[in-house]
């Protein structure tokens, strides 16, 4: 449906990992060898914290339905500003319309989602997904996405004090509803959460056939690996990527995330643990 990546560590120039990897963002919007659609030109979004990010700030966003690789903008606000932590996300609509209110990231005070797949059968659970989130959030669904409903709904269900156990009881949800209509895998996909220090993301379907996920292998071993490649030098030690596909072809410098996977990124590293397996 969509590619996307997340990145934090040392402020950096977002235009390094959007516009300028062998395979950058920007190139998987034309052309996704490993995407369910080679083409992901139905709009993008960029959101990203300031160089000095402080506990709580907000994160400031970039969305337009243009082309990613047609967007002048989006070239001169990467290549001007530096972000410790920002997402990207180009999109693929598979049935919502295009407008600026469908594309990701979503954010909630310092708090930013992104997805890269779909519920499905939404119009069937639509009604009951969206009636289940808090009244106090219903009014900030300004679009008509699944992903949206999904983050709002993550929210409702304790987001905010443990990401992992939040989407975990979000997705059962979105499962049970489903199959009371009929539905017989209503999850798909992968999903990046930050509150602004952390990042989360998830790789999860009902089928056990998720779209892709990889992060990035630690900086200095990449500086061990590649002691030539001078692109890695541009990276600080603590540079962490989560991508739905490597921006490069070299081997061991991207990880695949595995299936049922809740993966962590905080300044200690990678952590991952086991998520919502068939049998849970």
């Known amino acids: 449906m969509c590619r996307w990546l997340a990145y934090s560590g040392e402020a950096l120039q977002p235009s390094l990992v959007i516009l300028d990897a062998q395979h950058s963002l920007v190139a998987q919007s034309l052309n996704s060898p490993l995407g369910n659609e080679t083409v992901n030109g139905d709009g993008f979004g960029f959101g990203w914290y300031p160089e000095n990010n402080e506990p709580g700030s907000q994160p400031a966003f970039f969305h337009s339905i243009e082309p990613a690789w047609n967007d ?30 469908n594309c990701h990231p979503f954010r909630h005070e310092n708090w930013m ?18 009636y289940a989130v808090d009244p106090s959030l219903y009014p900030n669904i300004l679009g008509t996405t699944d992903s949206e409903v999904l983050f709002n709904l993550a929210l409702t269900l304790g987001l905010k004090d443990d990401p992992i156990a939040a989407m975990a009881a979000t ?8 199959r009371d209509h009929g539905v017989a895998f209503p999850m798909q996909g ?25 992060h990035s292998t630690d900086v200095e071993t990449l500086w061990e690996m590649y002691p030539d490649a001078e692109r890695f030098k541009l990276f600080g030690p603590n540079a962490r990527l989560i991508v739905s596909e490597p921006l490069n072809d070299l ?13 962590v990124v905080e300044s200690s590293g990678y952590h991952h643990e086991p998520f919502l397996a068939a049998d849970d």
């Open 251 to 263: 081997p061991g410098v991207f990880q695949e995330v595995p299936e049922s996977t809740a993966l």
């Open 171 to 178: 997705i059962r949800k979105v499962e049970s509803v489903g």
């Open 72 to 101: 002048q903008n989006l070239r001169e606000l990467t290549r001007s500003i530096r972000s410790p932590l920002f997402f990207s996300h180009v999109r693929a609509a598979g049935g919502p319309p295009i407008q600026q209110t």
């Open 113 to 130: 989602f992104m997805h890269n797949g779909f519920l499905t059968e939404f119009s069937k659970v639509k009604r009951d997904l969206t």
């Open 190 to 214: 992968t999903v990046a959460v930050t509150d602004g220090a952390t990042m989360w993301a998830f790789r999860y379907s009902s089928q056990m056939r998720s779209r892709t996920l990889f």
